[in-house]
């Protein structure tokens, strides 16, 4: 089975400062995808960024990236230039590849806080 | 947006009453889910789709049931609600079930007295 771990319960930060949140995963497979999820207070959930494990580039959208560190089982999300929409719980997610039935598992979640 | 709606939105129930979810869908997605959020464990999987008539269980099973006559509708039963179902519940959709985004809808609040 899979665990993901978000070591980090509350982060906070300036606006228009980056900030980074950590990840850990640990897993037997090989072949994944590790997601970023977002959640406003409007409770919406909403993807932020996703990481196939076979690509050793790192993913990139906007003023969001990740540092994918595969043998170390490592993936943490910067937010550049910080933003007060940003403002948010963040959870690290995975998913195995192939005959999983897109089956996700979850972090426990890091609630991110920009101030303006 | 994908085309997610859940009902109720928010509902309080007494112990040991039976209560009924629905995730209704409009994008014909294939694949659908069930998820619980509780504070200090983020979201785990209660019960997923793969199809019409075709579900098996999530991590957290245990007290709850799921049936998919249609591809718009799944739903979640808890047979005789807990406390410890007091929860926030999601649904979400996937047109591929591996490495694509799923879309999650906007949560029912249930709590049990």
């Known amino acids: 089975a899979q665990t993901v771990t978000q070591s980090q319960p509350e982060m906070s930060v300036q606006e228009a400062e980056t900030v980074t949140l950590s990840c850990t995963y640990d897993?037997?497979?090989?072949?994944?995808?590790l997601f970023w999820y977002k959640q406003p207070p409007s409770r919406q959930m909403i993807l932020v960024i996703r990481?196939?494990?076979?690509?050793?580039q790192n993913a990139t959208e906007n003023r969001f990236s990740v540092n994918f560190q595969k043998a170390a089982k490592s993936f943490s999300l910067k937010i550049s230039d910080s933003q007060l929409g940003d403002t948010a719980m963040y959870f690290c997610a995975f998913m195995k590849y192939g005959t999983s039935y897109g089956k996700l598992t979850f972090g426990q979640g890091t609630i991110l806080t920009v101030h303006p | 947006d994908a085309g997610i709606t859940q009902s109720p939105r928010h509902k309080v129930t007494e112990t040991g009453t039976p209560v009924t979810l629905r995730c209704h869908q409009t994008e014909n997605h294939r694949y659908m889910y069930w998820y619980r959020q509780d504070p200090g464990h983020g979201l785990r999987l209660i019960h997923y789709?793969?199809?019409?008539?075709?579900?098996d269980k999530g991590e957290v099973s245990d007290g709850y049931s799921v049936s998919r006559s249609k591809t718009e509708d799944f739903l979640l039963t808890l047979e005789s609600a807990t406390s410890s179902q007091t929860s926030v519940y999601f649904c979400?959709?996937?047109?591929?079930?591996?490495?694509?985004?799923?879309?999650f809808g906007p949560g029912t609040r249930l709590t049990v007295t």
């Open positions: 789709s793969y199809g019409v008539k075709d579900t």
């Open positions: 990481q196939e494990a076979y690509k050793q």
């Open positions: 897993t037997s497979e090989n072949n994944y995808y």
């Open positions: 979400a959709i996937s047109d591929r079930g591996d490495s694509y985004e799923q879309y």
